[in-house]
């Protein structure tokens, strides 16, 4: 995803230098290299130092974090005390909560700090925002955001296209909905469910945890039913459910042979090992919202079909989840954002001037009304 982020970046319009910076210098290197066009720069920087953070980003207008989501909390600190707009890729709702309890601090020091920018959590909160905004009453609100390989693979019919953690975050951790206007707690890898997109055929969805963000929190009392689920190919959540359910996710640690481990870092590592298959990639993305407008009922369809780019070398995960962030970033350093403080992007961002930013990438967002 950094890798993205640096391509995006290098390439935006008024951006002067960018910035990358891995605690592997060498690799900060060759990233800034091959994808910098001619504008990074590369730093060995350590993202667990906060002062040292905090010095570097004294040099940069805005800043995109593109690691573990655990450090997100001392890069919000570092950020603000630097002064500096940030926003991170997320995918830990507690993490968030802990940044937005910092958001009288980034006020003050005026700068602008919106946590879960990516994909989903990302982009599809902007989406929701549009389609709440154009309708008068809102009854229901439905994500589904799917990253696949443009062929399944047998046995899970998946490839690991973003990080081990985030996707066993997505999969172990409680899900966060809305039902009848207020907030309710859902089990993950329930709410079994198919779909079909043209030119794919038929998905199944399940609910994941993250991928609503602060939704449920913004929207609560406004609109009566909202969810996100994850789109996969059919099998899958049958396939994968069984080894979370017998303790594989789980990180309290057990003995073995001698040595004391956790499971899920067991499971972390055969995923990466066994399912990096490198296989062209596509993003599937479909948000729904019923209500109505002018006493009539409405039905509003916000639809992503994005294939991975080979020209580039971009897969279609890095493109639909690090470009929404640079957007992003790159509205709060150009003065397109003028909220301050710690925002979700359904508050802070407008999707009339985030839309077009997509288009320009070459990634073809559909609304239908």
Same mark, same amino acid.
């Given at each position: 995803?950094?890798?993205?982020?640096?391509?995006?970046?290098?390439?935006?319009? /008024?951006? $002067?230098?960018?910035?990358?910076?891995?605690?592997?210098?060498?690799?900060?290197?060759?990233?800034?290299? #091959?994808?910098?066009?001619?504008?990074?720069?590369?730093?060995?920087? $350590?993202?667990?130092?906060?002062?040292?953070?905090?010095?570097?980003?004294?040099?940069?207008?805005?800043?995109?974090?593109?690691?573990?989501?655990?450090?997100?909390?001392?890069?919000?600190?570092?950020?603000?005390?630097?002064?500096?707009?940030?926003?991170?890729?997320?995918?830990?709702?507690?993490?968030?909560?802990?940044?937005?309890?910092?958001?009288?601090?980034?006020?003050?020091?005026?700068?602008?700090? *919106? %946590?879960?920018?990516?994909?989903? %959590?990302?982009?599809?909160?902007?989406?929701?925002?549009?389609?709440?905004?154009?309708?008068?009453?809102?009854? +229901?609100?439905? *994500?589904?955001?799917?990253?696949?390989?443009?062929?399944?693979? #047998?046995?899970?019919?998946?490839?690991?296209?973003?990080?081990?953690?985030?996707?066993?975050?997505?999969?172990?951790? %409680?899900?966060?909905?809305?039902?009848?206007?207020?907030?309710?707690?859902?089990?993950?890898?329930?709410?079994?469910?198919?779909?079909?997109?043209?030119?794919?055929?038929?998905?199944?969805?399940?609910?994941?945890?993250?991928?609503?963000?602060?939704?449920?929190?913004?929207?609560?009392?406004?609109?009566?039913?909202?969810?996100?689920?994850?789109?996969?190919?059919?099998?899958?959540?049958?396939?994968?459910?069984?080894?979370?359910?017998?303790?594989?996710?789980?990180?309290?640690?057990?003995?073995? $042979?001698?040595?004391?481990?956790?499971?899920?870092?067991?499971?972390?590592?055969?995923?990466?090992?066994?399912?990096?298959?490198?296989? %062209?990639?596509?993003?599937?993305?479909?948000?729904?919202?019923?209500?109505?407008? @002018?006493?009539?009922?409405?039905?509003?369809?916000? @639809?992503?079909? /994005?294939?991975?780019?080979?020209?580039?070398?971009? +897969?279609?995960?890095?493109? +639909?989840?690090?470009?929404?962030? +640079? *957007?992003?970033?790159?509205?709060?350093?150009?003065?397109?954002?003028?909220?301050?403080?710690?925002?979700?992007?359904?508050?802070?961002?407008?999707?009339?001037?985030?839309?077009?930013?997509?288009?320009?990438?070459?990634?073809?967002?559909?609304?239908? /009304?």
């Amino acid at each position: 995803m950094g890798r993205a982020a640096v391509y995006d970046l290098a390439r935006a319009e /008024d951006v $002067d230098q960018v910035g990358v910076c891995d605690i592997d210098g060498d690799l900060a290197g060759e990233i800034a290299e #091959r994808f910098g066009d001619g504008k990074a720069v590369s730093y060995k920087l $350590d993202a667990g130092n906060e002062s040292e953070v905090e010095r570097f980003l004294k040099n940069y207008d805005a800043a995109v974090s593109c690691v573990g989501y655990e450090l997100n909390l001392g890069l919000t600190s570092a950020a603000i005390s630097a002064g500096c707009h940030l926003v991170d890729l997320g995918g830990n709702n507690d993490v968030v909560r802990s940044q937005c309890a910092m958001s009288s601090e980034a006020e003050e020091a005026g700068v602008v700090v *919106i %946590p879960d920018c990516g994909l989903a %959590p990302g982009m599809v909160s902007i989406m929701v925002a549009d389609g709440v905004a154009k309708l008068d009453e809102v009854d +229901t609100v439905k *994500i589904r955001v799917g990253g696949l390989p443009q062929v399944p693979r #047998r046995p899970l019919n998946y490839q690991m296209v973003f990080s081990a953690e985030g996707l066993l975050n997505e999969y172990w951790e %409680p899900c966060f909905i809305l039902n009848d206007g207020k907030k309710e707690t859902v089990n993950p890898m329930t709410g079994l469910e198919l779909l079909e997109f043209d030119g794919i055929g038929k998905v199944e969805a399940f609910y994941t945890s993250g991928g609503a963000s602060t939704l449920p929190e913004t929207y609560e009392g406004k609109v009566r039913f909202l969810d996100y689920k994850t789109i996969r190919y059919p099998g899958h959540c049958q396939l994968f459910k069984p080894m979370l359910e017998i303790g594989l996710g789980s990180r309290r640690e057990i003995e073995v $042979d001698g040595k004391v481990i956790q499971p899920r870092s067991v499971l972390k590592a055969i995923l990466d090992r066994n399912l990096s298959f490198g296989d %062209p990639d596509l993003v599937l993305v479909r948000v729904q919202i019923e209500g109505v407008r @002018e006493k009539v009922d409405r039905m509003l369809v916000y @639809e992503i079909v /994005d294939r991975q780019d080979d020209r580039s070398g971009l +897969t279609a995960m890095m493109r +639909t989840t690090s470009f929404p962030a +640079t *957007i992003v970033a790159w509205m709060a350093a150009s003065g397109q954002i003028t909220e301050r403080g710690v925002k979700p992007q359904e508050v802070a961002v407008k999707p009339s001037l985030f839309f077009p930013q997509l288009k320009r990438r070459g990634i073809n967002l559909v609304i239908r /009304d």
